[in-house]
């Protein structure tokens, strides 16, 4: 059957608008006409669609180390290396409260410490954090938002502090005049600590070297450091203490003979002392009044027994007749 020349296909309005002239009335002009925009727009979109697929591969996060281990004080970086990125943007986010660190290249957070660090002509998007504390323990998480939905990797960052020990027991015992010699290893430590001082009772003494105190450093996996004293006298006598850079110190007690003060010697203790030899002259007193008072007694009462018996009557059985 034959259309009417009314309703004509959509390759007809193309190849011969002339046609549509001799159509009978105006209608089919004026449908033309209309249809002519939405036609063209239609035309644009489906030849979008085909380029976007020819040519904007999805995109897909690449390898990256999923662990990070930074020691206190340190810079942390964690990596997201991203292919295909194109228009979308990516966003760093801390899972412990869910807050948005950045997104983009616009950082959301007034902690300065966080930072999105990326290169030119590198597909990695790295999140910086200086400074790190044992806080900034947690997971980390990149997220882009995609066609299909919200895809994400994921990073855990571990915050180490280093410890000192010295390999000696809690207390150290020498004779004066010995050499004195202490070891400090530093444990946990991602990265040799910036320096290692030494304290004498609160005083650092890594630099008196007209006492014969020397420190030497040797940096590597377990740093250690020695204190040697040459002599040591009874001034060196008390704590000593192991302090490296963003570790927990470790401390000692040295004793040099001759240093340990005797117990008498305390006012405490001589006070002590003086009570007792208070308390023992006290005793001897009341000894020695006690002793007169019996010898005085014996004295009277031999008297008195005396003086009964001359003054007693002479019993019948001594009467001479």
Known sequence: MALPHSILSRSQLWASPSKVMTAPGSLALLLWILLLPTLISSENEANSKRDRSSYDPPFLFGDAPGNTTVQVGGTAYLHCPVFNLGE???????RRDW?????GAVTFTTDDRFQLVKEEHVDDWVLQIKHVVARDTGSYECQVTADSGIRSRRVDLKVVTPEAFILADEEYHIDRGSSLSLVCIIEKATTPPQYVFWYHNERMINYDSERGISVTTTPGRKTHSQLFIQKADISDSGNYTCEPSSSIPA??????????????????SMLIQGGFLSLFAGLLVFHTTCQELLVLTSISFSSHTRSILLKAPHSPSTIVF
């Open 99 to 103: 807050h948005i660190l950045t997104h």
């Open 251 to 268: 401390s000692i007690q040295v004793f040099v003979s001759g240093s340990e003060v005797k117990p008498w010697v305390t006012s405490g």
């Open 88 to 94: 979308r943007q990516l966003t760093w986010i801390r």
